[in-house]
């Protein structure tokens, strides 16, 4: 089985080899995603719980720990606090925070009023969020990504192997295997 208040990747593959995109979701009761919207000074997270009740969120800096409590009470130490809210069950709202510092990593946590907290989900203020372009599917040797850029700097992309190490941006910026980098903004 799967362990509680914990995330993970769900990723469906076919007999002839063909593969999902990853599907994040936890089993915390209270599921947090990176919504869509992203500047270099803020972010929207999806916040989901599985019963209806009082919500609070909290973007942390990367590293704090934080408790359902701390959260929900404001004391958590937090960089932006979403304010506490009335949730249906699982209906999914966007919680936005700003203020943020650019290009920093933080933490977002959501907590009930049942005590309740979320995984921390991870993400940096770098101001685009991007994902598989659904108009082009990846084939056999190409992809095609869609970067949504909400800021003035160039942006590049480039392709891993599963299971490889992370590029920094100095790499994916320095990649000879990476398409031309654009202008975002």
Same mark, same amino acid.
């Given at each position: 089985?799967?362990?509680?208040?914990?995330?993970?990747?769900?990723v469906c593959a076919t007999e002839g080899g063909a593969v999902t995109q990853a599907l994040g979701f936890?089993?915390?009761?209270?599921?947090?995603?990176?919504? /869509?919207? %992203? !500047?270099?000074?803020?972010?929207?997270?999806?916040?989901?719980? =599985?019963?209806?009740?009082?919500?609070? $969120? +909290? &973007?942390?800096?990367?590293?704090?720990?934080?408790?359902?409590?701390?959260?929900?009470?404001?004391?958590?130490?937090?960089?932006?606090?979403?304010?506490?809210?009335?949730?249906?069950?699982?209906?999914?709202?966007?919680?936005?925070?700003?203020?943020?510092?650019?290009?920093t990593d933080y933490v977002a946590h959501c907590a009930t009023a049942g005590g309740v907290l979320s995984?921390?989900? /991870?993400? %940096? !203020?770098?101001?685009?969020?991007?994902?598989?372009?659904?108009? =082009?599917?990846?084939?056999?040797?190409? $992809? +095609? &990504?869609?970067?949504?850029?909400?800021?003035?700097?160039?942006?590049?992309?480039?392709?891993?192997?599963?299971?490889?190490?992370?590029?920094?941006?100095?790499?994916?910026?320095?990649?000879?295997?990476?398409?031309?980098?654009?202008?975002?903004?």
């Amino acid at each position: 089985g799967l362990e509680a208040n914990s995330r993970y990747l769900a990723v469906c593959a076919t007999e002839g080899g063909a593969v999902t995109q990853a599907l994040g979701f936890s089993t915390s009761g209270i599921d947090v995603k990176l919504g /869509g919207d %992203a !500047t270099k000074d803020s972010i929207s997270v999806t916040v989901t719980p =599985a019963v209806t009740e009082q919500v609070r $969120c +909290a &973007v942390l800096p990367a590293g704090t720990a934080a408790t359902a409590a701390a959260v929900l009470d404001g004391s958590s130490q937090s960089a932006a606090d979403g304010g506490a809210r009335q949730m249906k069950a699982l209906e999914a709202e966007d919680v936005k925070f700003s203020g943020l510092t650019p290009a920093t990593d933080y933490v977002a946590h959501c907590a009930t009023a049942g005590g309740v907290l979320s995984p921390a989900l /991870g993400f %940096a !203020t770098s101001g685009f969020v991007g994902g598989l372009a659904e108009a =082009a599917p990846a084939t056999r040797d190409t $992809c +095609a &990504v869609q970067v949504t850029v909400k800021i003035g700097e160039m942006v590049r992309c480039m392709a891993a192997a599963q299971g490889a190490a992370v590029a920094d941006a100095a790499e994916v910026m320095g990649s000879e295997a990476a398409p031309a980098a654009v202008q975002g903004g």
